[in-house]
Every structure is written in C-alpha cells, then in structure tokens.
C-alpha cells in the first residue's frame, strides 16, 4: 500500500495554525490532529492534582495515565493550562510518551485518506518526511492581540500586556528546550500572517499545500 499524504503544520502560539490546519483537513477530507491538545491534557492533569507542570515525576504520572476525557473540559483550551502544557513539554520522557501516538495517527489517520498534524515538531520530529510542511508565525504582538481577544471574549480578565509577556516566555520556553525545540524545518513552507486575516491565511496556506499535492 502506498503511504497516506501527511500535512505538517508547525507555529508558535496564536500564529493561526490550529484554524489553518482545521480548514485543510476539511477542504481535502484528511484526519486532524491538534498535538497541542495532547501536551495541554498533560498540563491540565498536573494542575488539578495541585502539582508543578515542570516537575518530571508529577508531568510523568499524567502522562503514564493518561486522561483523555480532559480532551472535553474547557479548562483544555484556558490559558493557565497553555502555560503549563509548554512546561510539561520541555521534558523529555514525556514528548518520548506521547510521539508513538502522533506517529500512528499520521500512519494510520481515520477515514484512511490523509493526515493534518499541527504543534510544534511536526515537520522536524514527529513527522520529517511529511508530504508537505508549513511553518505559520506572525509577530508576537499581532499574535498576542489575536489571543487576547480569543481569550477576552471567552471571559477571561487578562491584559493585552500579560498576554504578550506569556507569548513571549513561551516562545522562549519552546524555541530554546535541549529536545525538540520549535523551529522551522529546512523543506517546511513559510507562511507569515502578520498581514493576513485568518481567511487570507487559510486560502494561502491550501494553495501552498494543492500545489504540492498536485506534482
Ligand atoms: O494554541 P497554542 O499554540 O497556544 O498552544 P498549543 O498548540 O495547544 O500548545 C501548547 C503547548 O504545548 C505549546 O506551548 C508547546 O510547548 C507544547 N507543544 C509542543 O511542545 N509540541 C507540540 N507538537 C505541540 C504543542
């Protein structure tokens, strides 16, 4: 059997990854995989056992058990479990835990056609001979107005300048970690929204990924 095509979509926060990957897994009817999501149920699980995300041995029993019925709390997408998930990701054993299940996923995606992935290591550690590789950045400050009014109109009281001071550690958390840190991969497409709404950057992202698919 030939192997199944495989969309990387690496970013930092806010970048517009998560909402670009979405759309091209409907447009081509691929399987999506938010892998932030899983470092994010580590994180939260930590947290409500009153443990320090960065701690290994607390990150290890979570990720050991993990509690996949967290994938349905609110709390998955609250910005303190943001926090926490890049802390629990800067630890080896736990990054080793969770890669056979991307790994398997991008293999073996359900409905059989084709995989989106999208987080930090797509296209450099989870999945290096990814079909198609898109790394999406925009500036920290276009990316922390964008989560500041994601988080606002879901209620949360946080200012614009706290947003863009955790944008920033995280970004430094998740670019200098010793393992799998967020970089650009050599082949991935660069996309940079700074400019772009988030249809623009949808349309140019699919047209990027067509173009390949197609040769
Ligand atoms: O949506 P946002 O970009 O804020 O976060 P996310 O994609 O849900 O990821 C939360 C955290 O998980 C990131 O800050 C990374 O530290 C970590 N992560 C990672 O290390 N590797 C991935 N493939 C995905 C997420």
Sequence with gaps: ????????????????????????????????????????????????????????????????????????DPALRAHSTGVAASKVAAISSVREALLSFQQDFAAHPPGGKGAVLDGRDIGTVICPAATVKLFVTATPEVRAHRRFLELTTHGTSITEAEVLADIRARDARDSERAIAP?????????????????EAAAVRALDIVLAVLRT
């Design 1 to 72: 059997m030939s192997k199944l095509p495989v969309i990387a979509i690496d970013g930092p926060a806010a970048s517009g990854k998560g909402t670009i990957a979405r759309r091209i897994a409907t447009a081509l009817g691929f399987a999506h995989l938010d892998t932030g999501t899983l470092y994010r149920v580590v994180g939260l699980s930590v947290l409500r056992k009153g443990g320090d995300p960065a701690d290994s041995g607390a990150a290890n029993t979570a990720v050991e058990s993990l509690d996949l019925s967290l994938l349905e």
């Design 182 to 198: 967020l970089k650009q991969a050599r082949d991935a497409h660069l996309l940079d929204t700074t400019h772009l709404d988030i």
